[in-house]
């Protein structure tokens, strides 16, 4: 299977329309509908149906969609990481929401200084997200938070916590209190992050079962569920910094109490082979603990 005809596909799925990524891909129409048939019949399924407004892919077309995607970005950091010439490229990092994406952003800064030619790439998404573009080698490192399992990673702890609390709108009935306790959380409708739900962060905090609450909705990033929020849909249980809560923006961050942290940890795969971009910024970072840090 060619990569140029994987790049043609994905062009044309993305599109929706044939004639629209011809244009693109600066070929003509019936060039793409040729290829396009050829890996139909190298692949032995149909990818898409025609209809009024262009194409509409089918369930191996959708696969392919998600797998091409993989492919096209894995080829782009291949290319990247092989360049020749002084120490440039670009270093692929995955993070969940953090404050304490700072930390990266201060090795950032000083490497720049070193090596100018060395460009970054930050992708947000949750742990799962981020492990999964981690294991198939489409980035070079990712920053954690809080409880995860990491099995063949190389882990590096971060000197940095987040301290969870709740979000919730100016007028409610909590707005005035200094913390949020365990009990604050009974018959109230809650909007909790899908990834702390699941490890089972909260249990020994609260002190009973957390099927006992009344979660109404789970998110992955927590920008969204703020929305739901501003809109009277519950309580938003999430790490501070991440969510504006000046006093324009209707909402209000309280912590939890007894207090909760949620550590970072920068992760790269074991045995994996570092651009030298990668290994000069795991260099940076290295340096930039402090001594007795145990990391």
């Keep these: 299977m060619e990569l140029r005809l994987l790049r043609y596909f994905f062009e044309a799925a993305k599109e929706g329309n ?25 692949l032995g399924r149909e990818l898409y149906v025609r209809d009024k407004n262009g194409i509409r892919l089918t369930e191996y077309g959708l696969l392919l969609m998600k797998r091409a995607e993989e492919m096209l970005a894995l080829e782009s950091k291949i290319l990247d990481d092989l360049s020749g010439g002084e120490i440039s490229g670009t270093v692929y990092i995955g993070a969940g929401e953090t404050a304490g994406v700072k930390h990266i952003g201060k090795v950032i800064r000083e490497l720049r200084r070193k090596y100018p030619g060395i ?43 987040d301290r969870w609390g709740a979000i919730l709108r100016d007028d409610d009935e909590l707005a005035g209190h200094e913390y949020i306790s365990p009990d604050d959380l009974k018959g109230r409708e809650l909007l909790f992050s899908h990834q702390a739900y699941e490890q089972g962060e909260f249990s020994e905090w609260l002190g009973y079962s957390p099927d006992s609450l009344n979660i109404i909705g789970t998110h992955n990033l927590a920008y969204n569920a703020s929305m739901m929020v501003c809109e009277g849909l519950g309580m938003l249980i999430t790490i501070e910094g991440i969510i504006s809560t000046g006093n324009d923006t209707g909402l209000r961050f309280i912590p939890l109490m007894p207090e909760m942290k949620a550590g970072l940890v920068l992760a790269s795969k074991h045995g994996a082979v570092l651009s030298k971009a990668a290994s000069k910024f795991l260099e940076a970072l290295k340096a930039s603990l402090p001594p007795n840090h145990k990391g």
């Design 119 to 161: 460009r970054y790439r930050m992708i947000s998404g949750d742990a799962e997200d981020v492990a999964d573009k981690l294991g198939k080698g489409l980035i070079d490192f990712g920053l954690f938070v809080g409880k995860v399992k990491l099995r063949n990673y190389d882990c590096i702890p971060l000197p940095y916590s």
């Design 18 to 42: 044939i004639t629209r990524a011809s244009t693109k891909l600066h070929i003509t129409q019936p060039s793409l509908s040729r290829q396009l048939a050829l890996l139909e019949e190298e």
